[in-house]
Structure formats: C-alpha cells, structure tokens
C-alpha cells in the first residue's frame, strides 16, 4: 500500500487528460487523499468519472490550461502517458512556476524524433542508420544507400502516427508524404528514415535518481501485426524474456539515451530493440526516450512486477513531497505482469457485458472498456485507438498471460460495423 505524508494529502492537483494513459494516475492520486482536478477535451473519456472536479479543456491547448490553472490555483499540475499532455504540462509549469520533472527544451529533446536520434549519436548511444529530410528526395537517397526494408516515422508525433515499413521504393513516396503530413500537424514537417531492426522491442520503466535512471521493470513489447501503422503495442509482458546480461544491455542503453538527452529527474520511459541491422550481431539499440511513463499501463505492470508504485513518486514530485517521490517498495512483487490490450471491431457500440465476470477471475487486476455503449471504437490507426485492456500478474510470465487472455476472452463488446 502506497504511504501517505502530511505534505499530500488535501492537496488539490491538476491532471491533464483523463484518457486511458492518465487512468491509473487519476485513481493513485485519489487513493493518496488528493483531490483531483482533471481537464479533457472528451467529457466521456474513461478517466473523468474519477475526478473529483472536471474541466473540458483540449490537452493539446496550453493557453487555455494555463488559464485553467490560473483560475483554479491548484498544488500542483502532471500528467502521465500522454506526449501531448506532457508538452503543454511542462509549458504551464514553466509558465506558473508550479513543480514538473522536466522544463519544456528538455521535452522538446526526448520528442522531437530527429534532435533526439542526433543526440543520441553524439552521445554515442545505439541507433540505427537515419537521415531527418523535409524532401522525398533526400529520403530516396538515403534509401539507395540502404538496403530495404526502411521505417518511415514523422519527426514529431505520437502514438504510432505515420509510421511505416518500407519494403520497396514503390512504398517509400506514399509513406513518406504520410509522415510528413502528421509531422507537419504537429508543427515540424520533417521526416525521419531509418534502417530496418530485425529482432525484440522491450520497455525500460524507470525513474531518474540523482540524475542516473534506475529501471524497475524490463517488459517485451508485443506490437499488432502489419506495416501501417508499424509499432502499435498490444501489450507489456514482465518478464521480459531476455537472459541477465542482455537485459543489462538494454537497461544501459535507456540510460545512456537519458544521458544525452539531459532527462536528469522523474519518470522515464524508454524503447529499446535487442536487434540486429544488416546481419550484423545483436546488440541494444534505442528507438525512444520518454521524460514519463508509458501510455499502456505500463507503470502498473513495473508496480505489479517490483512492488515500486511509479505513479504515487508521479504526484509526490508534483506536489513537493520528496518522501513520497523517491519512497521504494511499497507492495508486492510478482513473477509475471502484463498489460494487454483489448482489439475491438470498428462500429458502435451497442453493449459491453462480461466486464464484472473478467474482473472476478484469479490473477486479473483490472480490466476496462474505454469505450462507452453509444461511443465509437474506431480502426487500430494509432495507440489512441484502442478500445479497453486487462491487466494481470501471476507466479510466472506464462501465468499471467493465461489470466489476462481468460479476461479478454470474456469481455464482450456489441459492436454495430458502420
């Protein structure tokens, strides 16, 4: 059970976006005694139920949350899971002079795909080939220099938007003008070409102390299958399946990634494939740095894995409560945790049933549905898109995939295509 101080609790705070990304934040904060005021741009979104105040306001909108904030005078303003969120938190932070982990140049380095695989090389750390272009033609250059497959992804943007494989250069015009589209909505109309991993993705889940981060929970990163949209996660499974020594790699690799970036406190959350490009051995290469947790649960699963619950260190940091942000071990540790994602038919949705039943089972911790009876699950464009989740632990990884995959498959959803 996550302590409490003195110094947290009646504190009122602000938590931008109250999607499935800030769900477990929003209810940590609850659990901790604080009252939480939320802001979205969806009033439905899973989150709002859970807020003790909310606020339709875009996460996206840094002016207008930072006229929020100068209305409500609340302790403290976070975030968690949301790229979108983080940037306009660290802006109002910034602007108010209210505590965040990170100032807004900071951000900018572990989101902009092209200055931060630039850091990165300077900083000597592990990526593979790449070349930031505003052309097709400096991209196809790039390509008769490389051999196929290529990963085509917008230089700024989030959730898996406007990435790409490439196999041919038939391919490489339609995905480079998609990417550069999304990055272009996102304010930087670059693109980022890089050399194709052929190996594992894994997550490192950690927290920067004394500006080194220390990981608590290695995860596989199990993506859905195809090659547009590439990279879509459908789940975080501890254990990670990596031998001891490679998993010391690839926790090396995220904290050299930190390094270079200058990401010296708070959460962190780190992409990393144990791969090989062009038949050379595999080694750890870094694919993202991100100054918060991940957008899929994946604190819950480093909370069920090393007892360490990351998103009470979240609201301690934000609310000035040293003690709760560095506090340690606080429940217990499970041989296997996973996050899994529920992949839902594109429609409406009429009913959802099977959700108590799920809940009821052995080994499950929670399960939700994010979409509401009447809202719209949409195709699997992106990580925004996914309709609800599981999440279990159990003795061993093979145990715990058992529990979430019973929850999933007792979960239904009356979906009418159209």
């Known amino acids: 059970m996550t302590s409490v101080t003195s110094v947290t609790r009646a504190k009122r705070l602000l938590i931008v976006g109250c999607g499935f990304p800030q769900l477990s934040l929003i209810r940590t904060a609850k659990r901790l005694g604080v009252r939480v005021l939320g802001c979205d741009l969806n009033p ?5 139920a859970d807020c003790d105040e909310f606020h339709a306001v875009s996460t996206g909108d840094a002016d207008a949350v930072e006229a929020l904030v100068r209305k409500l005078a609340p302790d403290g303003i976070t975030t968690s899971g949301s790229e979108v969120a983080l940037r306009t938190v660290a802006l109002v932070a910034d602007r108010t002079g209210l505590a ?3 100032d ?4 900018r380095r572990c989101q902009d795909k092209d200055t931060m695989r630039a850091a990165y090389e300077a900083g000597g750390v592990g990526v593979p080939p790449f070349v930031s272009c505003t052309t097709l033609a400096e991209a196809q250059s790039f390509a008769a220099l490389h051999a196929y497959p290529l990963v085509v992804k917008p230089a700024r943007g989030w959730g898996q938007r406007g990435v790409a494989r490439v196999d041919t250069d038939d391919e490489l015009a339609p995905a480079f003008e998609a990417a550069r589209e999304h990055a272009a909505s ?16 894994y997550s490192v889940n950690g927290w920067i102390e004394d500006g080194r981060l220390v990981s608590y929970c290695v995860t596989e990163r199990l993506t859905v299958a195809g090659k547009r949209p590439l990279g879509v996660m459908i789940a975080e499974v501890y254990t990670s399946g990596l031998s001891r020594d490679e998993e010391a790699l690839v926790v090396e690799e995220a904290r050299r990634g930190a390094r270079a970036l200058g990401h010296v406190r708070g959460p962190c959350y780190s992409q990393v494939a144990f791969a090989k490009v062009a038949g050379g051995a595999p080694r750890a290469w870094l694919f993202e740095t991100a100054a918060r947790m991940g957008g899929g649960f994946d604190a819950d699963v480093t909370r069920l894995a090393s007892g360490v619950d990351l998103y009470a260190r979240i609201v301690g940091l934000a609310l000035g409560d040293r003690e709760l942000e560095l506090q340690g071990k606080t429940g217990p540790a499970h041989g296997g945790a996973l996050a899994k994602f529920l992949i839902a038919q594109p429609g409406v949705v009429r009913a959802v049933d099977g959700l108590d039943a799920a809940r009821a089972l052995p080994g499950v911790d929670l399960a939700e549905v994010f979409v509401p009876v009447g809202g719209r699950v949409h195709p699997l464009t992106d990580s925004a898109k996914r309709a609800g989740f599981v999440l279990a632990h159990g003795d061993s990884r093979a145990s715990a995939t058992a529990a979430a995959d019973s929850a999933l498959a007792t979960m239904r959803l009356d979906v009418e295509a159209g």
Request: hydrophobic share 45%; proline share 7%.
């Open 104 to 107: 807004p140049e900071t951000i």
């Open 186 to 201: 996102a304010g930087l109309p670059t693109v980022v070409v890089e050399g194709w991993l052929e190996g594992r993705e």
């Open 44 to 48: 439905q979104a899973i989150g709002v």
């Open 100 to 102: 965040f982990h990170a």
